[in-house]
């Protein structure tokens, strides 16, 4: 196996696609409102709507508090948003660390389907497969928040 690598899930929606991707889209600030898992998403460079913007989430996982900065891409058409790592704990673990988040609508619900794509430091390093399980569980999270709030 090389140095680079991708994991995939895919995450049932109840909520509406549409709803869910809205929130990941330009109302990012609200997750903490979402999800536990969260603790805040700060705006560090541009602004919470704007392609190429920089944020910071501040999370905690497998019982640790850590950060990532994220440069965020969207395309609107198809539903998917970009998060291209440029600091943080994922930073400190892998040399390039992506996040693909597309929302598939369907006619009860939506399907996200999760990709991390990364790149290892040394062949012994471990793949992301904790930041794959968090984000599996902080989509269902935001989806359980928008069920609630319909």
Same mark, same amino acid.
């Given at each position: 196996?090389?140095?680079?690598? $991708?994991?995939?899930?895919?995450?049932?929606?109840?909520?509406?696609?549409?709803?869910?991707?809205?929130?990941?889209?330009?109302?990012?600030?609200?997750?903490?409102?979402?999800?536990?898992?969260?603790?805040?998403?700060?705006?560090?460079?541009?602004?919470?709507?704007?392609?190429?913007?920089? $944020?910071?989430?501040?999370?905690?996982?497998?019982? $640790?508090?850590?950060?990532?900065?994220?440069?965020?891409?969207?395309?609107?058409?198809?539903?998917?948003?970009?998060?291209?790592?440029?600091?943080?704990?994922?930073?400190?673990?892998?040399?390039?660390?992506?996040?693909?988040?597309?929302?598939?609508?369907?006619?009860?619900?939506?399907?996200?389907?999760?990709?991390?794509?990364?790149?290892?430091? $040394?062949?012994?390093?471990?793949?992301?497969?904790?930041?794959?399980?968090?984000?599996?569980?902080?989509?269902?999270?935001?989806?359980?928040?928008?069920?609630?709030?319909?």
């Amino acid at each position: 196996m090389g140095l680079a690598g $991708k994991l995939e899930v895919d995450v049932e929606l109840k909520a509406s696609g549409d709803e869910f991707y809205k929130i990941f889209s330009n109302q990012v600030h609200q997750m903490p409102t979402a999800s536990s898992r969260i603790q805040a998403v700060d705006l560090h460079e541009g602004d919470w709507e704007t392609p190429g913007s920089i $944020k910071l989430w501040k999370y905690t996982i497998d019982g $640790k508090t850590e950060v990532f900065k994220e440069r965020v891409h969207f395309d609107d058409k198809d539903k998917c948003i970009i998060m291209d790592g440029v600091g943080g704990h994922a930073l400190e673990k892998f040399k390039k660390y992506k996040v693909i988040i597309q929302v598939i609508n369907k006619d009860e619900g939506g399907l996200v389907k999760m990709t991390l794509e990364y790149e290892k430091h $040394k062949e012994a390093d471990e793949t992301p497969s904790q930041y794959l399980d968090f984000g599996a569980a902080l989509i269902r999270d935001i989806d359980e928040h928008l069920v609630k709030a319909a």
